[in-house]
């Protein structure tokens, strides 16, 4: 059994969360916060079974899109001035972690 840990972007939550659910995937939804651009996003969990995760990435693969986000730096330039002019950063659509279970309880 695996323990998938998806973090995805807001903006993809309900459509990656209603396909999963379509096909039978049970989900716990965590509100967190990214590190780098510190926005939020959803963190679910999920318990499969082995032969499982493969389908799980590809759903998530369908319904979560990279994007690119307008993000203000406040990094100093050469002249040690500070520049508050927009940048764009590549924004990944999901982060997938998948780890092994021991043992699983419902009770």
Avoid: C, W
């Amino acid at each position: 059994m695996k323990l998938m840990l998806i973090i995805l972007n807001n903006e993809d939550v309900i459509d990656v969360t209603k396909a999963l659910l379509k096909n039978k995937y049970y989900v716990t939804k965590l509100a967190t916060t990214g590190g780098v651009l510190n926005t939020g996003n959803t963190t679910l969990l999920l318990g499969v079974e082995d032969d499982h995760v493969q389908r799980v990435k590809d759903i998530v693969a369908n319904f979560s899109k990279t994007r690119k986000k307008k993000v203000s730096t406040d990094e100093t330039s050469d002249l040690n001035v500070f520049s508050f002019l927009p940048t764009s950063v590549k924004v990944s659509g999901a982060t997938i972690f998948v780890l092994n279970i021991d043992e699983s309880y419902k009770l």
